[in-house]
């Protein structure tokens, strides 16, 4: 079991900026991809970015150039830095993992709570 712990949502300017963090606690060791993702009101949640184990990153293109995904691997610790902040990017954003349990060899989705960020002059 993986437990997630987000914080560090809240209410920001268009251009401004906010740094998401996800603790990680439990089976850490059996983690192989961290991501964030996020749901607006009334959408499907998407994939903002993703970090795996080898350091391989991906983003969405609607987030390319502004945000940046980074694992703290000391502290079991996920971020996302969100720069040039728009209000498209309205949404509770989610912390994922993805883990691997080699007694049933199948991957196993962990989310957190989920924490809200609100981009509105």
């Known amino acids: 079991q993986v437990q997630l712990v987000e914080s560090g949502g809240g209410l920001v300017q268009p251009g401004g900026s906010l740094r998401l963090s996800c603790a990680a606690s439990g089976s850490t060791f059996s983690i192989v991809v961290m991501a964030w993702y996020r749901q607006a009101p009334g959408r499907q949640r998407e994939l903002v970015a993703a970090?795996?184990?080898?350091?391989?990153?991906n983003y969405a293109d609607s987030v390319k150039g502004r945000f940046t995904i980074s694992r703290d691997n000391a502290k079991n610790t996920l971020y996302l830095q969100m720069n040039s902040l728009n209000p498209e990017d309205t949404a509770v954003y989610y912390c994922?993992?993805?883990?691997?349990?080699?007694?049933?060899?199948?991957?196993?989705?962990?989310w957190g709570q989920g924490t809200q960020v609100t981009v509105s002059s």
């Open positions: 994922n993992a993805r883990s691997f349990r080699a007694t049933t060899n199948r991957m196993y989705d962990y």
């Open positions: 970090n795996t184990n080898a350091g391989n990153t």
